[in-house]
């Protein structure tokens, strides 16, 4: 792994190198990631596995055209090869009259933000070992639980430096430390399985294996003996663990690309109301120790905390450059990249704003509903909004969670389903993306 300098200057050597041989413009990006994970099952190490990943990418542009290309060799030889290869692509490729560089007035030029994303300790393989013993025993240790698939610890360091031909330059690391479990309860057909798990950038901000490993356990034995239910129109309360998974749709929804193909189900409703007023959904990649902050996007362009939905509303799209310029737009700071390819766009650290009332309320008068804590499958069109997934969780029986079911479907459309999603008052920050408890009244229900 080379370090953020080195990255830095290799980078900048790539784009000056293209320059030199003919590229009217380039950019670099180097990333690289190095993790060390420990795993064991029924109380014996399983699997101690360290692994360390590096590339480089290359984008070229002459004139309207562009091509890229990335490698994972460092040597300086290899590279001036890249360079040769990647110039010589471009020529032969199509113009697009949409590619180039981000903006360069619109380029970040103060001083990276403070993000606090690098944990100077490093767990030693022991340490990890350790970790992953404490959660396994801990979930085995709950009555009722049967079985294992394992538990384990694992500790990583990536690095991110970009460098472009009109003078941005910049690199950042991040850490990350996680722990997970995962096991069974029940015996034989009426096994049931669940898990548990916690990442933080920072050692001292994971929660205690033991609390991890209680909670997959608890997890696993609350599911057994599921019920049959008949199928109907029922109020859904979404978990907070598996509710994010609406926002990702929403995402997926916003980004440019799916706005320039016109394939998106939110097309047409930007400034409108698509939410209750009482939904406030927020991307901060500046967030301390967040798992997805950065201080500058995929373009070089800074980044800021921003309201995607605001009070209900629409607020804007996620555009990288290239997005923005068929939409007649400006770049929002949100360009992704890896390796190889153009950039796109993504988001960071998004969450929902918490809503007035307690999970508890949130279910109060629902007479028969379902608490999903589950969802199978990937049944979403993004074009039209048409929802469809497995699920599992617990029947709600006059305002309270009461028997565990599984094999069913809920089924609904994204735009019906916003206008009637309510949030609690339960937020906690505890992944990339984070709601609180959530209720979307009015779906359909196919019981098993």
Request: proline share 1%; glycine share 12%; net charge negative.
């Given at each position: 792994?080379?370090?953020?300098?080195?990255?830095?200057?290799?980078?900048?050597?790539?784009?000056?190198?293209?320059?030199?041989?003919?590229?009217?413009?380039?950019?670099?990006?180097?990333?690289?990631?190095?993790?060390?994970?420990?795993?064991?099952?029924?109380?014996?190490?399983?699997?101690?596995?360290?692994?360390?990943?590096?590339?480089?990418?290359?984008?070229?542009?002459?004139?309207?055209?562009?091509?890229?290309?990335?490698a994972s060799d460092m040597n300086r030889e290899t590279l001036a090869t890249l360079v040769d290869r990647c110039i010589a692509m471009a020529r032969e490729a199509p113009e697009d009259p949409y590619a180039g560089l981000a903006p360069e007035d619109r380029l970040l030029r103060k001083r990276l933000p403070s993000l606090d994303l690098t944990d100077e300790e490093e767990p030693e393989p022991a340490a990890l070992r350790d970790r992953a013993l404490i959660v396994e025993e801990a979930a085995r240790s709950v009555p009722g639980v049967t079985n294992s698939e394992g538990g384990g610890a694992a500790s990583g360091r990536s690095q991110v430096a970009l460098a472009t031909s009109h003078g941005f330059a910049g690199s950042y690391a991040g850490t990350s430390h996680s722990t997970w479990a995962s096991v069974l309860a029940g015996t034989g057909a009426a096994m049931q399985r669940d898990h548990a798990s916690h990442s933080a950038r920072h050692v001292e901000d994971l929660d205690h294996p033991e609390a991890v490993g209680v909670r997959a356990g608890q997890r696993a034995v609350a599911r057994l003996n599921p019920v049959k239910i008949e199928s109907g129109v029922m109020p859904i309360i979404f978990d907070p663990r598996i509710g994010s998974s609406l926002v990702g749709h929403l995402v997926s929804g916003m980004v440019g690309p799916a706005i320039t193909r016109r394939s998106s189900f939110l097309l047409d409703r930007l400034g409108e109301a698509i939410f209750d007023a009482g939904v406030t959904i927020i991307d901060d990649p500046l967030r301390a120790r967040g798992l997805r902050s950065r201080p500058f996007d995929g373009e070089g362009l800074p980044v800021e905390r921003r309201a995607l939905i605001d009070a209900g509303v629409l607020t804007g799209w996620l555009l990288d450059s290239a997005s923005a310029r068929q939409l007649g737009m400006e770049p929002t700071g949100h360009a992704s990249r890896g390796g190889g390819g153009a950039p796109g766009a993504g988001i960071t650290n998004v969450h929902m704003e918490p809503g007035t009332v307690s999970p508890g309320d949130l279910m109060a008068d629902v007479t028969r509903g379902l608490y999903?804590?589950?969802?199978?499958?990937?049944?979403?069109?993004?074009?039209?909004?048409?929802?469809?997934?497995?699920?599992?969780?617990?029947?709600?029986?006059?305002?309270?969670?009461?028997?565990?079911?599984?094999?069913?479907?809920?089924?609904?459309?994204?735009?019906?389903?916003?206008?009637?999603?309510?949030?609690a008052k339960d937020l906690h920050f505890r992944y990339a993306m984070n709601v609180p408890t959530l209720r979307i009244d009015g779906m359909t229900v196919a019981g098993g």
């Open positions: 792994m080379l370090s953020l300098e080195e990255a830095q200057t290799r980078a900048q050597d790539l784009v000056d190198a293209a320059r030199r041989a003919g590229a009217d413009a380039a950019d670099a990006v180097y990333a690289c990631n190095a993790s060390t994970n420990v795993s064991v099952r029924l109380g014996a190490l399983e699997d101690v596995e360290r692994s360390e990943g590096e590339e480089i990418g290359l984008r070229v542009f002459i004139g309207q055209r562009s091509a890229s290309i990335s999903v804590t589950e969802l199978i499958g990937m049944g979403v069109n993004g074009v039209t909004g048409d929802y469809s997934r497995g699920a599992a969780g617990f029947l709600i029986e006059n305002g309270g969670v009461a028997h565990a079911v599984s094999e069913i479907t809920i089924a609904g459309n994204l735009n019906e389903m916003f206008r009637a999603l309510m949030p």
